[in-house]
Each structure stands twice: as C-alpha cells, then as structure tokens.
C-alpha cells in the first residue's frame, strides 16, 4: 500500500517566466504565416483519490517562437502541489487526496501575447484497502461529504510486526472506513492502530463486519471513534465474537478515549488473556452492549472515569479461580462507584481490593478470599452490595490476609453457602463474611441478608471485627460466632439490628478453654435476642471486670456453666430491660447454673433455669447443691449487691450458699428478689449451708 502524505502547500507550476497580465487571448496582429496563439487546457477528468493525474496543454497552438506555459490552480479543496519533470513544459502533474473539484487556468504566453484556457478534475469515491500492510501508513480525510467513506475495506487489513496505521493528522479531519464482506482489523504483535489526531473518526459497515482483533499488538484511541456494528462474526481462532477483543502475548491497550460502540451484535470488548496498559485508560467510552465488558479480573483497573453503560447487565471479570492467586504486578483492584460487576468464579486476590459503591454479582458457589486488605464501601444513597447473580447463593467472604476487612455502608445478600476449599485455605464454617486472621477490622453499617451460614465468623483467637450500626436477617446461623473475649469488641453499641430466625441467637459465644474468659462491657442485642454460649464442654471462667448493660440475655448450652471466678461483675438490668440468665432449651434444669467466687453486684437479673449438675468449688470440689446459683465468695461481708432478682426453674434450689461463705442476704425484704419455692426450684428456693 502506498504511503499516504498530505501537505498544505499551494504550488504555481510555470515552465517559463511569467508574461505580464493581459486580457485573454490577447494576440495583437499577427504575420499571414502564423499561427494563432491558443491555449488547449486539455479535456476535464474524473479520478479517484491518490491518482496521479495529468494536465496536458500539448494541444496548444501559436508561432514558432518559444511559447511560455503557466498552470494556475483556481480551485483547490484539498492542498496539491503541482510539479513537472521539465521535459514537457506544457504538463504537469498532481496527485488528489481528497475528493472534490479542482480547477486550473493554463495560460500560454508568446512575444507579449497570452491566451488561457480551462480545465477542471473532479476527485470522488473512496480507497481500498485490505491485505497486508508493508508500511506505516496514515489514513486521511478523503471525502468531505460525512455520510459517504473515505475507505472501503473488502479484505482482513492486517497490521503487522513495526507498522503503524494511523488515523489523520493535525487538524479536524473525520475518516470513515466502510467495512464489506464481514473483513476486519488484526493488529499483530508488534504492530499499532494509532488514533490520536482528528474528530469523528467511524468504522462501520452495512449489515457487520468482524470488528478489531489485537493479536499482541497495541492500540491507542485519544480520540473520538465511533464502532459499528462490529463483532457481528468470529475472526479465525477465536471462539467469541466482539467489536474489540484482545488476544494473544501480552497485547497493550495503550488508551481508549471517546470511543462510541453502537449496535454491537457481541460484546464491545473481549479480553481472552493479560492485557498490558495502565490504570484508568479506558474513559469518556460510551458502550453498547447489555454485557459490554468480558476479561480477566485484572481488566477491571483499566476502566476509568466518565463512562457511560446505559442499559446493561454487567461487567463481566474471570478470575482465575480456587486455589490460584490473581495477583497485580502493583496497585489493588479497583471497582469503581456505580457500576455493576460479574465475577465470574473464585477469586483470591494477591492484591489488595476496594470496591467503592460499586454492585458486585457473584457466580453460584464461588467467593472472594483476600490476602491483603479489603476496603467495601459506599455511602447513604449509593450503598455496595455485593450479591449472587440473579439471586442464586454464593460462598462469601473468607479473610485471611495481613491486613484490614473495612465494610462500610455495603449490602451483602444470599453468602454462606459453602466452605471454603482452595488447596491453600480452608474455612471451618459456612458465614457470609468468615475472618479468619488479620488486622482488626470493622463492619459498621452492613445489611447481611439469607446468608446461608453465619453472618461473621471471627475465627481469630486475637483480632477483633467490629461491628456497629449494621443489620442482620434471616442468617440460617448465628448473625455473630466470636471467641468469648472477642464479643465486647465485637458487638459496640446498641445500634445493631438483628432480626433472626426462631431458635438462632443473635451472637454465638465460643469458649475454647478456661484461660479465655469475657471482659469489657457487653450491650444489649434488641428485643429477645440473646448471647449463647456454646462450641465446646469448657465452663465459662470471668476473672476480670465485666459489665453486663441493661436488656443483656445471656443463654447457655446444656452442660455449660457460669464461674464467676475473680475479679468485678456487674450486671445492673431495669426493671423494663433486665438481664437473663437461661439455658437454651428454656426449660427446668437445663444449664449448671452459675458459680459466683468473687464479688458480684446483680440487679433487675432473671436467673432461669440452671441446677442441671453440680458445679465446683474448685476443680476437685463440687458445691454441696444444685442450684441456679451458687454463693463461694469468703472475702468480707455483705460485699455481694444481689437485688431485685428473679431466680426460678433450677434443678436444685434457686440459691445455694457454701459453707462459711459470704451470704448476700437474698431473703431480705429490702432486697425485693424473687426466689421461687419448690417446684418452680425444685429442692426450694434458698440453702445456706
């Protein structure tokens, strides 16, 4: 293909030196032997762009003495150089690259005399292209006329290894290529499509055509370009069909700005593998496509500002899936506010992640592990939600990373349906949201719906996820599970909401043995529900300050017991918001109860239920009766607060004080408890030993 150049010089062609100016034809008398002076411009002509056309005054007639030639161009749409090879001093040559009419004047000068003559060229249709390039070539603006080509491509145009297709030149030109038999553009490796000058650029075609395939070549748009109707059949190798699809080694997406995709039968863009570019390269693109986007999840970076999507259902990212690490050369991904996100498998990100008011659809069965930080944030009126696409259930998040879980003002929806098993981690339980170690992290004001398991997991025996302000409903498990020394700063503050199935506690309290024991302040969780202790056999031992706040209700699996070992308890109800005390079945004689060997102050409490077996006074030991509560503590007198109490339903007497220990006076009327006699308690209401 020729190399195409376009210059903006006019040039005067003149074989000879200028005659002044005379009218017309102006020949004066003339000798009976000579013969007139009369220019022949030549006929008009009709030609096609980049032909070399030639203007022939060969026909021109005068004396014999030299004549003078003179071309003079009077119409000039598209900036021609005229020139001669100076043997024929009446031709000259030029060569049109852009359509329209051009006019000249030859003017034929002899001893003082001139005559002139017309001629006009009319330059239309479009250049062909198709093949191979073999050269670095820069298309132009042909046709002035927008509604008609400037190119046709009948052929696959194939751009190889250390050529450039270029799209103008300085100025405003608008080049459109018409597109025939469903050709395309593969851009090779090593090769560039280059569109970086010029406005309005259009590709296009009649019914379809195959669209770009950059084959591990590379491609720049920094201006505007409008797509159409490709993607409308495959290139040869690929199995998707797109309007752009980057295949191949390592294929550069260089920039993509102001490109309009219209009418996309397929995808506007299809990435099959890496493709290499920076962040935020694809902007001010408006896409066409219900699924405009398919491409590994690192693709996702590439997508900038000032995007328009329209009507669409997603982007679509493919990780790379369980057990393979998706991992950034540098940076984090990054889902941008406000749009809408497919990811497409498992994805265990290598990288860090921020999701920012962004809708991310999960596949079926499949999760997001983290191994570094994960920030999910939104705001008031632009929540993130993170969900299984159409509605279908998905594993969650697992965190196992050396850095920080943040959610803030997100929607997790439909997780916890698996554990996860990726050959390098696995998780214990089903949670939407299951922690397995890093930096203390946060949820404050996160909705988690129908998870499938629990709603957190805090798998850490050392860091805390806290949790305020959020809401949790219909979790199948727990909307909380947390170490017994994790709950206090876990559960902060009373704006959490949990609204859960019948039989299912809002927080799962584990006990992994008797040296972690509960502290800080634990708040109320709303209405009925309730803290269970539970996970293994293990007692519960208290022996530093803890603090129960009003409205608190405690429960225990069968077995489970309360020991109140050392150190301060408080737990100070009101008469509308007391504190509970129960087992999980609710019924007589189904938890041990609770062993107080320290200073307790219990107020507006509802001790229910315990009495189920003896507890110790040490570990050899056991208290001489069942009872809901036993009384062990010899230091002082009248140390214990124990007022306006209810105790009943023990499998023993409601409470038990051990010989020589310090005796609340729970019988006193001042005291205002209510102590059960037998059977409510079954052997009675009081036993001081």
């Given at each position: 293909m020729k190399r195409i150049i376009i210059t903006s010089c006019i040039v005067f062609f003149a074989a000879a030196m200028l005659s002044s100016c005379s009218e017309d034809d102006n020949q004066g008398p003339q000798g009976p032997a000579e013969t007139p002076l009369k220019a022949e411009a030549g006929p008009d002509q009709t030609v096609a762009p980049f032909t070399v056309v030639t203007l022939d005054g060969s026909a021109s007639t005068g004396p014999a003495s030299a004549i003078s030639y003179e071309w003079i161009i009077t119409a000039n749409p598209g900036n021609i150089n005229l020139s001669s090879d100076g043997s024929q001093q009446s031709k000259a040559t030029f060569e049109p690259k852009v359509n329209g009419i051009?006019?000249?004047?030859?003017?034929?000068?002899?001893?003082?005399?001139?005559?002139?003559?017309?001629?006009?060229?009319?330059?239309?249709?479009?250049?062909?292209?198709?093949?191979?390039?073999?050269?670095?070539?820069?298309?132009?603006?042909?046709?002035?006329?927008?509604?008609?080509?400037?190119?046709?491509?009948?052929?696959?145009?194939?751009?190889?290894?250390?050529?450039?297709?270029?799209?103008?030149?300085?100025?405003?030109?608008?080049?459109?290529?018409?597109?025939?038999?469903?050709?395309?553009?593969?851009?090779?490796?090593?090769?560039?499509?280059?569109?970086?000058?010029?406005?309005?650029?259009?590709?296009?075609?009649?019914?379809?055509?195959?669209?770009?395939?950059?084959?591990?070549?590379?491609?720049?748009?920094?201006?505007?370009?409008?797509?159409?109707?490709?993607?409308?059949?495959?290139?040869?190798?690929?199995t998707e069909a797109a309007a752009i699809t980057f295949t191949g080694a390592s294929p550069q997406l260089l920039k993509m700005q102001a490109v309009n995709f219209t009418n996309s039968p397929a995808r506007d863009i299809l990435a099959t593998t890496w493709v290499s570019g920076a962040n935020d390269i694809i902007s001010s693109t408006a896409f066409s496509n219900a699924v405009p986007i398919k491409a590994p999840i690192a693709f996702v970076n590439k997508i900038g500002d000032y995007n328009q999507f329209g009507t669409y259902d997603y982007i679509h990212l493919v990780p790379s899936g369980a057990g393979t690490v998706d991992a950034l050369p540098s940076g984090q991904y990054m889902f941008d506010y406000g749009l809408k996100y497919f990811i497409d498998g498992d994805f265990t990100a290598g990288s860090a992640i921020t999701i920012s008011g962004a809708t991310i659809l999960m596949k079926e069965?499949?999760?997001?592990?983290?191994?570094?930080?994960?920030?999910?944030?939104?705001?008031?009126?632009?929540?993130?939600?993170?969900?299984?696409?159409?509605?279908?259930?998905?594993?969650?998040?697992?965190?196992?990373?050396?850095?920080?879980?943040?959610?803030?003002?997100?929607?997790?929806?439909?997780?916890?349906?698996?554990?996860?098993?990726?050959?390098?981690?696995?998780s214990s339980f089903k949670a939407a949201v299951y922690f397995s170690f890093g930096n203390d992290s946060y949820l404050n004001d996160v909705t988690i719906t129908n998870s499938g398991g629990y709603g957190v997991y805090n798998d850490s025996p050392s860091n805390n996820v806290e949790i305020q302000n959020s809401t949790f409903t219909g979790t199948t498990l727990s909307a909380l599970s947390a170490q017994v020394d994790r709950i206090h700063t876990s559960v902060l503050g009373t704006e959490n909401n949990f609204t859960m199935p019948a039989g299912i506690a809002a927080v799962e309290v584990r006990v992994p043995n008797s040296s972690v024991t509960p502290s800080g302040t634990w708040q109320a969780l709303g209405g009925s529900n309730y803290y269970?202790?539970?996970?293994?056999?293990?007692?519960?031992?208290?022996?530093?300050?803890?603090?129960?706040?009003?409205?608190?209700?405690?429960?225990?699996?069968?077995?489970?017991?309360?020991?109140?070992?050392?150190?301060?308890?408080?737990?100070?109800?009101?008469?509308?918001?007391?504190?509970?005390?129960?087992?999980?079945?609710g019924t007589a004689g189904t938890w041990a109860g609770i062993m107080a060997q320290t200073k307790v102050t219990m107020q507006f409490c509802e001790i229910n239920n315990g009495g189920q077996i003896k507890l110790y006074k040490t570990m050899m030991t056991q208290a001489t009766d069942l009872a809901n509560i036993v009384f062990d503590y010899a230091s002082g007198a009248n140390t214990h607060v124990f007022k306006n109490n209810t105790v009943s339903g023990s499998g023993g007497y409601g409470v038990s004080v051990e010989a020589t220990r310090q005796n609340p006076d729970v019988l006193n009327v001042a005291n205002n408890n209510t102590i059960d006699p037998s059977p409510s308690n079954a052997s009675g209401a009081v036993k001081i030993n």
């Open positions: 051009y006019s000249f004047t030859l003017r034929i000068t002899s001893g003082g005399k001139f005559s002139e003559d017309q001629v006009t060229v009319t330059v239309t249709g479009a250049l062909t292209l198709g093949g191979t390039l073999t050269e670095t070539t820069t298309l132009v603006d042909i046709e002035q006329d927008a509604s008609m080509p400037d190119y046709i491509l009948s052929s696959d145009l194939i751009i190889p290894e250390n050529v450039t297709l270029n799209f103008g030149f300085s100025g405003s030109p608008s080049i459109t290529i018409k597109v025939t038999n469903n050709s395309g553009i593969t851009v090779k490796a090593g090769g560039k499509l280059n569109v970086n000058s010029g406005y309005n650029h259009t590709i296009t075609a009649d019914t379809g055509w195959k669209g770009i395939l950059v084959d591990g070549g590379a491609i720049y748009v920094d201006k505007s370009l409008k797509i159409d109707k490709a993607g409308a059949s495959l290139f040869d190798g690929q069965g499949t999760g997001i592990l983290p191994q570094q930080n994960l920030t999910i944030s939104g705001s008031t009126n632009n929540r993130a939600i993170i969900k299984g696409v159409n509605g279908t259930n998905w594993k969650g998040i697992a965190f196992a990373a050396s850095g920080q879980l943040l959610i803030s003002h997100a929607t997790i929806e439909n997780a916890g349906s698996d554990v996860f098993s990726t050959g390098f981690f696995t269970l202790f539970t996970g293994n056999s293990n007692p519960t031992f208290a022996s530093g300050t803890w603090t129960l706040k009003p409205g608190v209700n405690l429960k225990f699996k069968s077995g489970k017991a309360l020991y109140l070992q050392a150190g301060n308890f408080t737990a100070t109800g009101t008469a509308l918001a007391p504190i509970t005390f129960n087992s999980e079945a």
